[in-house]
């Protein structure tokens, strides 16, 4: 079900490219919600291989999704109670999530949580179809990017912060690997939508991309408000 009356910003990229940091802080900024739809892809493939269900099953899959008992809170991801914030966001998640999410039955059984996330006083939502399937109606779509080899220095940044040891070539490799297959699948695939606005992070730090957010976004809400 549509809510034309609630604002929502779609937010959408390729993998790594920061859209999940902007994305939160935009939503801080105006005190919107948000919504992570790439965690539910991620939640998915982590409730499969904890079923043994394999990642091609498409029925099994949707079943799964349909069901899945997650909870948001405070920054943290609860899978049946138990905590999974770190588990969701490993690269082998982040591999998983990106071949179940070629399955439409997937996406078809996600879509109904994801619109759950719009309500007052907005919504903020990363992923690669929030402005094109999930929220057509958004009132404003941003298309976040940067080089694959700045996301793949980010990410490399980002595991050696954690402590965990990565290859920067491997890194690149996959990267360009989910890219392909997220642009190529026939069903909802990542692209720039005609009325999304382009925001190429690689030169650009995280403030700069959550002030060119806020400022379009006020742009747009002011035409609301005000026609002239
Ligand atoms: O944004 P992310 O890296 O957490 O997403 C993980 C995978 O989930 C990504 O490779 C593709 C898929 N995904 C999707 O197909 N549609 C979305 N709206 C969000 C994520």
Redesign the pocket.
Known sequence: MMHPDIPVIAI?????SG??TVAALVAKALGFHYL???????LT?LAAQRQCVALDDEAALAELALHLDVRFEDGEVYLQNERVTDD??SEA???G??K???LPAV?TA?LAR?HAFRQLPGLV??????GS??FPDAALKIFLTATAEERAQRRYKQLMEKGISANLTNLLEDLRE?DA??SA?SV?P?RQEKDAILLDTTHINVNAAVDFVLKNFNLVAGAQVNPN
């Open positions: 959408d990229g390729p993998s790594a859209k999940g992570d739809s790439g965690a539910l892809y991620r493939a969701v966001r998640c982040g591999t999530a990106s179940v999410a070629v996406r996600l994801q939502a990363d992923g690669r179809d929030m399937v999930v989910r297959r997220d699948r909802a990542l």
